[in-house]
């Protein structure tokens, strides 16, 4: 059945929306794909419809194809399971919690790692069940504080979610290197560029873990890559190679001064230069110890500070510090935080002050640059001074190490030492092995050969199926409008009749109907008394790869063939449309 214009739900805008910051959210919306209901939910209208359930065929077929079975259970959920497993805490606000009549605690489930166990508990108790695969695509929910650009960072949106059950390691590996491979195969349908980077596991515990990331340069995730060896990581994962320790005999006694007006980093170095010259070389920023306190909210509320050393020419990077410190949340120490310790002379935090054994008792963790026998300006813990020649392990210590400090473009590959480059993407899917953190929480256990009571091994691999369609539009567009990749065009053909003869408009109706019988789907612009100038902008904006015009040509027996992402025009024989069209369709037509 041809999607008609004439009668199709559809209102395509001229204007951007304004809460639009992507070109994905801004096409999504202008081309009548996507509409919003409120901040992060949104309505699938017909033709983005068509679009999501295209990526969702794609995904099942691949997910179906290494023998993953497919179930669904509910997103309403009782809570006693995630109590259990302990996210009904660690979770916090990112979750919806609700009460039924009876006052009963229930929430939307944000993925579904403890039902999945759950389920396999209650229908297996042998190895002979396992290995086991099995996925749902699911509308899960998350009160996601930034929901973001349309669909891509939704508080409701599809998550196609597997889990594999193995009795051993052995197992595991294979089952994650199955779907590692069907999730190559699904993102290449889907038509994005992407990366396979090293993850962190995150809220769901585990340990191997590796995310698909569709580049793009509004992506919110930043990884790096080394192009001598391959190395790629979110920046999350990143772990900064250690240096060796330094000889530190020579150095002399760590002694205070007195430097007024340096608040900065930049100031305190040019202090140095003017007051403490060095004879090799001028300070650097890097020769700083920075602390930075933060404020851990822990799950249950409780609130801890938290000192962070790093060298003065870095950062402290939110996204990778948040990463290490879940499922505490981050917050800004504030001056009354400051006011209720007073041990902490803000602008000049030195180590004397941090750490268990310090004035302030605050946990106190370093950088892993930060190794023994490195020496340091920092703060005195007086307000104006600040301490030189202080020597890590001879002079202070710390309560362990931290991966929070920033990660850049240049810095060393921690698997072969050279140079890394920074990019940004999308994280599209995660895979991950978890390992017997559920099955643990939830006993799930199964006989082995010797009868023995075992804990199954459990992996968990996500697709993010509704955020695929605002990565798809992201990386497929110009500026025009959209430009589908054909596996997931809303429609093989738009066919556009134009002006007001009734013989193009019959003409047109035929041409439909010799297309429908190959089997092409088509989106047939047969409204009347529109203009062609509004019927290209449409189709344009709706983007379906292969574009029919029907119009002036056919007095001389010709239609127009238009390539949607080329620009590319011909005018073909009326008669030999059918076959051209199923030219253009053939690399990713089946039908
Ligand atoms: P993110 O870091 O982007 O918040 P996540 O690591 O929390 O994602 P997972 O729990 O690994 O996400 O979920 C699996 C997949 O579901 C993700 O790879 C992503 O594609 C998708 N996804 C996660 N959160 C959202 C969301 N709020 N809106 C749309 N898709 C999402
Ligand atoms: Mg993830």
Not at 33 to 60: A, D, F, N
Not at 108 to 116: A, C, I, S, V, Y
Not at 139 to 146: L, P
Request: proline fraction near 6%; aromatic fraction near 8%.
């Amino acid at each position: 059945m041809a999607l008609r214009m004439s009668t199709l739900f559809l209102r395509t805008l001229r204007e951007d929306p304004a809460d639009a910051e992507v070109p994905s959210h801004r096409l999504l919306v202008r081309a009548g794909y996507i509409r919003r209901v409120s901040p992060g939910i949104y309505t699938w209208l017909p033709l983005g419809l068509k679009v999501l359930r295209k990526v969702e065929t794609i995904v099942r077929e691949e997910m179906d194809a290494i023998g993953a079975q497919e179930l669904l259970f509910p997103a309403l959920l009782p809570k006693e399971p995630f109590e259990a497993s302990g996210r009904w805490r660690e979770y916090g606000d990112n979750i919806f919690r609700l009460k039924d009549r009876k006052d009963a605690d229930y929430l939307l489930g944000p993925t579904h790692e403890e039902m999945f166990t759950l389920a396999v508990k209650d229908l297996y108790s042998s190895y002979k069940d396992l290995p086991l695969a099995i996925y749902q695509i699911q509308t899960k929910y998350r009160d996601e504080s930034r929901p973001r650009a349309g669909v891509l960072r939704g508080r409701e949106f599809i998550m196609k979610d597997s889990y594999s059950f193995d009795i051993d390691e052995a197992g595991l590996d294979k089952s994650y290197q199955l779907h590692r491979d069907a999730y190559i195969r699904i993102f290449d349908r889907l038509g994005f560029h992407y990366v396979i980077v090293q993850a962190m596991a995150g809220a769901m515990g585990g340990s191997k873990s590796e995310e698909f990331l569709a580049t793009a340069e509004n992506g919110e995730d930043t990884y790096v890559h080394c192009a001598s060896c391959g190395y790629a990581a979110n920046v999350e994962a990143v772990r900064v190679p250690v240096p060796d320790p330094l000889p530190y005999a020579d150095v002399p006694a760590a002694h205070a001064e007195a430097t007024p007006d340096t608040p900065t980093i930049d100031t305190l170095v040019a202090h140095l230069d003017e007051h403490f010259p060095r004879q090799d070389r001028p300070w650097a920023a890097s020769d700083t110890l920075k602390n930075v306190i933060v404020m851990l909210v822990h799950p249950d509320g409780t609130r801890e500070p938290l000192a962070i050393g790093v060298p003065g020419d870095r950062d402290i990077d939110e996204k990778r510090l948040g990463a290490q410190v879940e499922p505490a949340a981050v917050e800004a120490f504030q001056e009354k935080d400051f006011a209720a310790n007073p041990a902490l002379v803000k602008g000049y935090i030195g180590p004397g002050a941090l750490g268990s054994d310090g004035s302030s008792g605050i946990r106190y963790l370093l950088d892993p640059r930060v190794v023994e026998g490195t020496r340091w300006v920092t703060g005195a813990n007086e307000p104006g001074k600040h301490v030189l020649d202080l020597v890590a392990g001879r002079d202070f210590t710390a309560d362990g190490t931290i991966e929070a400090a920033d990660v850049r473009p240049g810095d060393l590959c921690p698997s072969c030492g050279h140079a890394l480059e920074a990019a940004r993407g999308i994280e599209m899917g995660h895979i991950f092995q978890l390992g017997t953190k559920y099955a643990e929480a939830l006993d799930l256990k199964v006989l082995d050969q010797n009868g023995t009571l075992q804990t199954v091994i459990m992996g968990s691999y996500g697709v993010g199926v509704s955020r695929a369609v605002a990565c798809i539009a992201e990386g497929n567009h110009d500026e025009l409008g959209l430009v589908w990749p054909r596996e997931v065009s809303p429609a093989d053909v738009h066919l556009v009749a134009t002006g007001k003869d009734q013989e193009v408009f019959d003409r047109s109706e035929e041409i439909v109907r010799a297309l429908e019988a190959e089997g092409v789907t088509v989106l047939f612009d047969d409204r009347r008394g529109v203009s062609p100038g509004v019927k290209f902008k449409d189709s344009e904006l709706i983007g379906v790869p292969t574009i029919v015009v029907v119009g002036r040509g056919l007095a001389e027996g010709t239609v127009e063939i238009k390539d949607r992402a080329t620009g590319e025009r011909s005018a073909v024989p009326v008669d030999d449309v059918v076959a051209r069209v199923r030219e253009a369709l053939r690399p990713g037509f089946a039908g």
